[in-house]
């Protein structure tokens, strides 16, 4: 992408104000602040505890 334009995504509407309200809340200073929080966040490596509890759990639901 050009440098004047940054990548988007569309969400609906009523969900969009409320997270926009709540990363106000939270002390973000955009919404767009939050979402990259949370996306960098989510998006860490997980550890050897998380990745056993994710396996016990999907061998409970029954995918493995």
């Keep these: 992408f050009p440098a ?6 569309k969400l ?3 969900l969009h ?10 002390g973000y200073s955009s919404l767009a602040e939050y979402v990259a929080h949370l996306l960098e966040r989510e998006m860490q490596p997980l550890t050897a505890e998380d990745q056993a509890k994710l396996q016990e759990r ?3 639901l029954g995918y493995l």
């Design 17 to 26: 104000k409320k997270a926009e309200q709540h990363a106000l809340t939270l």
């Design 4 to 9: 004047m334009f940054s990548p988007k995504i």
């Design 12 to 14: 609906d509407p009523d």
């Design 58 to 60: 999907l061998k409970g």
